[in-house]
């Protein structure tokens, strides 16, 4: 436990909140980012984490330098993989595989790892399953974008739902954690098929009328943006349905 407890206002609007710990030399700084995204937790050695929902936190691992495996349209490739690790206290180690693939696919998934520790079934089912592919925007070559397709488990099988009011994605998600997604610089969510007879996919005033598919898109330079909706998408859902998050989504 810290042993002290120092806030410190920043341009007077943020918290800076410093805890000093028993142990010499650590220091460890907890804020929101500049953009009131989300909280990040800073290490003495300057590496981060992010805390993303409960005490749910993403941090970035190691980059792989290339493994073999499938692109989500079925074609053997090999690709380097960037390790982003999932925790949650008292419960093993997650990991979340960015895949860039050697014929230009990319994807997202949670990794299953050779040895997999004992965990409930239906997050088990997720291993290396419902993948989130990363494709180019329509007609933009510097933004990318991923269809936002959350999670529902079906007895102990993980599936995805398609088709919703951006009401009911904003439920599934949590409407102040898709609020502070869309936040992020350049980062908004559209209808994926660039309906013009539906409403607008206004996370303030979220649609409750027509089902539509939603995408979100974000810059091509941002890695941590996908990382985030596809553990909100995928993981978070199956992680409530096991007991290990809250069910409420806020």
């Known amino acids: ?36 995204r989300a909280y990040l937790v800073i290490r003495g050695d300057g590496s981060q984490i992010m805390r993303l929902v409960d005490d749910l936190t993403l941090e970035r691992g190691t980059s792989l330098q290339e493994k073999p495996g499938t692109t989500c349209t079925g ?21 979340v595989h960015d895949t860039r693939w050697d014929n230009g696919e990319r994807d997202l998934v949670l990794y299953q790892p050779t040895v997999v520790p004992e965990i409930p079934a239906a997050l088990s089912n997720l291993h290396n399953r419902l993948r989130v592919g990363i494709a180019r925007a329509p007609g933009n070559t510097t933004t990318l974008r991923i269809m936002a397709f959350p999670a529902w ?3 102990e099988r993980p599936r995805i739902k398609k088709s919703l009011t951006t009401a009911q994605l ?81």
């Open 1 to 36: 436990m810290p042993n002290q407890l120092q806030q410190q206002e920043i341009h007077g609007t943020w918290t800076l909140i410093v805890l000093l710990l028993h142990q010499p030399r650590k220091r460890y700084v907890y804020a929101p980012d500049a953009h009131h």
């Open 153 to 155: 488990v079906d007895g």
């Open 170 to 250: 904003a439920a599934k998600y949590g409407l102040q954690q898709l609020r502070d997604l869309t936040a992020r610089p350049g980062v908004a969510l559209h209808s994926a098929g660039g309906r013009v007879d539906v409403p607008g996919c206004d996370v303030d005033d979220p649609q409750d009328d027509i089902r539509i598919q939603h995408a979100l898109s974000f810059p091509a330079e941002d890695d941590e943006t996908p990382v985030i909706a596809f553990t909100h998408l995928r993981v978070v859902p199956v992680l409530r349905h096991v007991g290990w998050l809250s069910m409420v989504a806020v």
């Open 75 to 95: 074609v053997p490739a090999k690709g380097p993989a960037v390790e982003w690790e999932l925790r949650l206290p008292g419960r093993p180690l997650l990991t």
